[in-house]
């Protein structure tokens, strides 16, 4: 059955996702250059100005055994999936592969690709700081940016110009204000879009050209003001935790015995791709690049104010808290992770003084459904029980 | 008949009374923070700052008073901390969990003598989370975390060089203010030369194995580089190294070794597991096999030339080097201390595969190996755990390679039957081997 007004985009930017590399390969078939990242610390906007169209390299949530001969078997199921990627030339069709220097797990999954799935020529490390709030990262970083420049000129034969550069910070930052107003119809009671199909456009902006990316947000934002919310209001669940590109997780948040709806997702696939923006019109553009960059909601790997110890992260955790006034908190992070469970360590303390229940789930290549969904029901029997 | 080395009971006590101090002192400056970390800039707060560093005391720990381990271990998981974490970190915040703490010479004393800052780096993705779990434990402790970048070769990159000394100087600033303290530069420029000294020293001893025999073994490695690993910014850790120097050069002169049967050379790549597993250094004592050179006895507190010529080489630094060195400003001594600590062997490979592999080829050659012999911990994502795996596929044709898992203080994580098996054949091979090329 054709679908209609909002869900006829949404269906569209699901489609996107399930089919990355029949969408990739048609831009391809335009005649652009396509380049995969794997950390969202890379700087899309430096590739997107030499007219490379960046994509984030996901996983295929493919049980499979090909990666445990290149990466030990206690590194994260997100970070074997997208080594698998390369050892099974799903991405042959690339032109580049780039990644910040990020957590160890992902940095390995990029070795994979470097050494053994034909990308050594092709590929650039952009050096990264591990702490993104000391005083001289943001030197660092620029001279990092500085040096990807370099590299992508000579791969696509087209020197850079600080208007080009302006120009693609202008439209990412686009890119990330309408996401947010996205995000925003989640706060209602009765949002006219699901959480989970939010998380499903989120991932959908990660791998496609923005400039059409946001010609579909703009579109769809403007039909969701017009149409009244259909889900009944239930638990509001919010999510915490690392990448995860599984949407039928999501999806499962949704399709509980009792009445749950998503209303966000604190992760590196989701809110903490976008929920910054780069300073705009600054003179000197690998400088704004990494001004902007450091103001992002860290990676937990990432997260330590030097002085304090404070980790960053949590401050905007509560905001989020407090604008989109979740029952209920799911940390969701990848079995082997460090830093994340390191987190909700600190975390649980803080929702246990706001009075919100929480429950973890670990997630693997594949997704044990019955498993969370016994645990995600006993969350909302918790959340029930609270209330009343 | 194994020699005796004369030194060591100076470097026993040189680590209890560092650890004792550190636990009773009510005066002075405690300062926690991972050992990897440039120690000098704490020493220019004065005489009186004594120090723990998180992997040295854990690892001392858990070799001296494994129930307590154990404990700490379980009391940090009950805690929230993940099964698969870091079992360095998950002993050491189980001590504070546990209220309690254990060191070298069996003290275990009730009540945790909490730190006055923390001064710690961050290089894998728990490094300097560790500390921010201990912080938040005991109320908030200052903090304040170096981002060490590494890399291979990183110590030559003027780029990271500079990331780095700006960050230990703004560090400088950071504990003046927080401990309200003076810094003197004079004090802090001795504790850099000191700093650099032992590490060059400890260098030029693990580069003695070279020899045949090789005068130490993986026991006496690791018992003798914890004084460079829980202080080395002193006079007295100098003059330990410079000791100990003497004699295993005198030992290389006369033939001596600590374990003089020697049929098969072993270099090592791992944790020193042989903590929580004895029995394992046992098969291979049986069968003459000892273990010659290991990055984390060499490089967790030693420096070598390292990357010469785009290759890595384990020969060792002049001593005389540091003693030429122009300290003459605090950025001078700021920027020499990052090149050393960058330098570290250990911290090559943790993110460059091509500076790992180029370390283990030189060991495998330079020291002379029989066989290869890989352990790498369960608990630690870097301990070069995906190079273990492309060392496998480099070596395999030219000297016998093993690898089982194993964890650095963690004895649940061990199939231990199943590493004492490949511990065996991993024996016979070298002998096949052997009797091959007769």
């Known amino acids: 059955m054709e679908t209609k007004g909002s869900k006829a985009i949404i269906d569209r930017f699901r489609s996107i996702t399930d089919n990355t590399h029949e969408y990739a390969k048609s831009l391809k078939a335009k005649g652009r250059l396509v380049a995969g990242y794997m950390c969202t610390h890379a700087p899309e906007e430096i590739l997107y100005a030499a007219g490379i169209v960046p994509l984030r390299i996901l996983s295929p949530h493919v049980s499979q055994a090909t990666t445990r001969g290149y990466i030990h078997e206690t590194y994260c199921s997100f970070s074997h999936d997208c080594a698998y990627q390369g050892l099974h030339h799903s991405y042959d069709y690339l032109d580049l592969i780039v990644t910040s220097s990020s957590c160890i797990h992902m940095g390995e999954a990029f070795n994979v690709w470097v050494r053994f799935a034909g990308f050594k020529e092709k590929s650039f490390l952009i050096p990264y700081p591990h702490i993104i709030h000391t005083k001289p990262a943001s030197a660092f970083m620029t001279e990092s940016f500085g040096q990807l420049k370099e590299f992508v000129e000579k791969l696509s034969q087209k020197a850079i110009t600080n208007d080009d550069i302006e120009k693609a910070i202008k439209t990412y930052n686009h890119t990330r204000r309408l996401l947010k107003r996205l995000w925003a119809f989640l706060r209602h009671e009765k949002p006219p879009i699901t959480g989970p199909e939010v998380a499903a456009v989120t991932l959908a902006a990660q791998v496609m050209d923005k400039e059409e990316c946001n010609g579909m947000l703009e579109e769809l934002i403007t039909l969701l003001q017009t149409e009244p919310g259909e889900a009944p209001p239930g638990v509001r669940l919010m999510v915490s935790g690392g990448a995860c590109d599984d949407l039928v997780v999501f999806d499962l948040m949704e399709r509980l015995n009792y009445a749950t709806n998503l209303i966000f997702i604190d992760s590196c696939t989701a809110a903490r791709y976008f929920w910054f923006e780069v300073p705009e019109d600054m003179p000197n553009k690998l400088r704004a690049l990494a001004e902007g960059y450091i103001s992002k909601i860290p990676c937990p790997a990432k997260d330590n104010v030097p002085g304090t110890g404070e980790k960053k992260r949590f401050r905007f955790i509560q905001q989020f808290i407090e604008e989109f006034k979740p029952d209920g908190v799911v940390f969701l992070y990848q079995r082997f992770c460090s830093p994340q469970p390191m987190d909700i360590v600190a975390l649980k303390p803080i929702l246990d003084r706001l009075g919100i229940p929480y429950t973890e789930l670990e997630l693997d290549s594949t997704v044990p459904i019955s498993q969370f969904t016994t645990q995600l029901e006993a969350l909302v029997e918790i959340i029930e029980g609270v209330a009343a | 008949m194994g020699y005796s080395i004369n030194a060591w009971p100076a470097f026993k006590n040189y680590q209890n009374t560092r650890y004792r101090n550190y636990l009773y002192t009510s005066q002075g400056l405690r300062c926690m923070g991972s050992t990897w970390s440039p120690l000098a800039p704490l ?12 992997e040295p005391h854990a690892a001392s720990a858990a070799g001296t008073v494994p129930e307590e381990a154990r404990e700490d271990i379980i009391a ?194 791992g944790i020193a597991h042989t903590y929580g597993h004895p029995e394992m250094a046992r098969i291979l004592r049986d069968a003459g096999a000892e273990i010659v050179a290991s990055v984390y006895t060499f490089g967790t507190c030693g420096n070598f030339k390292g990357i010469v010529d785009g290759r890595w080489t384990w020969e060792p630094i002049d001593p005389q080097w540091v003693d030429d060195l122009d300290l003459s400003t605090r950025r001078k001594a700021i920027t020499e201390l990052a090149k050393i600590v960058l330098g570290w062997p250990t911290w090559q490979g943790v993110r460059s595969y091509w500076a790992l592999e180029s370390m283990a080829k030189a060991l495998v050659t330079e020291f002379k190996a029989d066989g290869l012999l890989l352990a790498p911990s369960r608990g630690c994502e870097t301990d070069f755990r995906n190079g273990y795996i492309a060392l496998q596929r480099i070596f395999k044709d030219q000297v016998p390679t093993v690898e089982y898992d194993t964890d650095q203080v963690d004895v649940r994580k061990m199939d231990l039957p199943g590493a004492q098996r490949k511990t065996e054949l991993f024996v016979h091979l070298m002998e096949a081997r052997k009797k091959g090329r007769a």
């Open chain 2, 43 to 54: 020493k220019g707060f004065g005489d009186d700052v004594y120090l723990i560093g998180g």
């Open chain 2, 76 to 269: 940090a998981e009950a805690a929230g901390l993940g099964f698969h974490s870091c079992s360095y970190l998950k002993l050491f915040n189980g001590e504070v969990v546990r209220n309690k703490i254990a060191i070298t010479d069996k003290t275990v004393k009730e009540g945790y003598p909490k730190p006055d800052v923390i001064w710690t780096t961050h290089l894998c993705s728990q490094h300097s989370k560790w500390y921010q779990e201990v912080s938040r434990r005991l109320g908030g402790i200052p903090m304040y975390a170096i981002d060490m970048i590494g890399g291979g070769n990183a110590e030559k990159d003027p780029k990271i060089v500079n990331y780095v000394s700006d960050q230990i100087e703004a560090g400088i600033d950071w504990l003046e203010r927080v401990t309200g303290r003076g810094f003197s530069d004079e004090l802090f420029v001795k504790a850099v030369r000191n700093e650099i000294k032992v590490l060059v020293l400890w260098g030029n001893i693990c580069a003695l194995n070279m020899h045949s025999p090789a005068p130490l073994d993986e026991r006496r490695l690791i018992a003798l580089f914890p004084p460079a690993v829980v202080d080395r910014t002193t006079d007295e850790c100098v003059q330990l190294y410079e000791t100990l120097l003497e004699e295993v050069r005198r030992m290389v002169e006369m033939g001596e070794s600590v374990a003089p049967d020697q049929r098969f050379r072993i270099v090592y790549f």
